[in-house]
C-alpha cells in the first residue's frame, strides 16, 4: 500500500497563519477615515505566517517600505491594502542578502498565505521584489 507524504513547510502547505494575522485582515474598526490603508510585514516564523510588523498609512497613497521593513533584511510578505476596493496586494521581499531557500520558500508559501487569508482579498497577480526601492515602486 502507498500512501501520500505529509505536506511538508518546502512548498508551504503546512505553513498556517497566526490568528492575530487572520484577525489583522479583517476590517478595521479604528479606521474612519476611508482614505487609510494598511500595511503589514509577514514572516515565516516556524510552521507559521506571523504578523511581524503593522504599519498604519495615514496619507492616502504614502508608503515608505523602509518603514514596514524596520531596517532589516530578511524576505518578507508585504500586504499593502489598496483603496477603495479593500483588497490586497502581496508583494514577496526577497533581499539579495538571502538564501536560495529562503526564496524559495517565500516564493512557494505566497499562495497559500492567501488561500487560507482569503485568496478573494487579494489582487491574483503577484508581485516580487529584492530591494526597498522595488517595493516602494511595487505597492
Not at 492575530?20 to 487609510?36: H, I
Request: glycine share 6%; aromatic share 8%; with cysteine.
Amino acid at each position: 500500500r502507498i500512501h501520500a507524504a505529509p505536506p511538508t513547510m518546502k512548498d508551504g502547505t503546512s505553513l498556517t497563519p497566526t490568528d492575530e494575522l487572520r484577525a489583522a485582515f479583517g476590517p478595521d474598526p479604528t479606521v474612519t477615515d476611508e482614505g487609510r490603508r494598511r500595511a503589514f510585514r509577514v514572516e515565516i516564523r516556524g510552521a507559521h505566517f506571523v504578523l511581524a510588523h503593522r504599519e498604519p498609512m495615514r496619507e492616502r497613497w504614502v508608503f515608505e517600505p523602509k518603514s514596514i521593513l524596520a531596517g532589516e533584511d530578511r524576505p518578507c510578505y508585504v500586504a499593502v491594502e489598496m483603496e477603495p476596493l479593500g483588497r490586497w496586494v502581496l508583494v514577496t521581499f526577497t533581499p539579495d542578502a538571502c538564501s536560495a531557500r529562503e526564496r524559495l520558500q517565500y516564493a512557494s508559501s505566497a499562495t497559500s498565505l492567501k488561500n487560507q487569508i482569503g485568496s478573494s482579498k487579494f489582487f491574483p497577480k503577484d508581485v516580487h521584489c529584492s530591494s526597498a526601492d522595488d517595493l516602494k515602486a511595487a505597492a
